[in-house]
């Protein structure tokens, strides 16, 4: 029986589809692993591994149900747009490196992604946004401060971690910014 021969772009499709689920599993190994070491190392002193396995199935199952809920958000707007999920998906990558397509449906796409980019709250125009994220690197900062005056030196390292983490995305909100802009003058919005 012969098999039906596909085309370049269901290959194409497919690649897309194995990559975001290589992607999503490897995400939900590492939180499920960095789960298993913050349960089982942290705290007491001695080493838990069955806290550890605990903490790394709630952090598992909240990635898990993240991602599903993300993916439900990105499937209906792309359903809404009379586009395919993994093509939202890309269009969505390019208005993120501030690039317009040109195929007038993507340019639908991209045109709905920048308005609603502008509207989130993770968007120097959301008023809120950057005074947020300097006051949540302080609180880390000074909280890691706390824990070395207490000698928990595990925990210091954790909050000076987050302070970092906290205030390289106040840098990176300005340049997703930038890159913001640049799509929407490519789209000419």
Known sequence: MARPVGTGTDAGVSRERLRVVGVVLAVLVVA???GFLAG???GTGTADAVRGLVVA???GLLAAGATVGVWRVNRRHAAQLGISTSRYLRVARSVRRGEAPDDP???A????????MRRGPGSMSHRWAP??????GVLWGATGVVFIADGAYGWALYAFAMMALVLVQLVS????????EAAARGLGI
């Not at 909100?173 to 913001?180: G, K, S, T, V």
């Open 32 to 34: 499920a692993a960095a």
């Open 40 to 42: 089982g190392g942290f």
């Open 57 to 59: 199935l709630a952090v």
């Open 105 to 107: 449906v993507e340019r």
């Open 109 to 116: 796409a991209a045109a709905d992604l920048v308005s609603r």
């Open 131 to 136: 005074r947020l994220l300097i006051g949540g």
């Open 173 to 180: 909100l300005r340049r997703r910014e930038r890159r913001l």
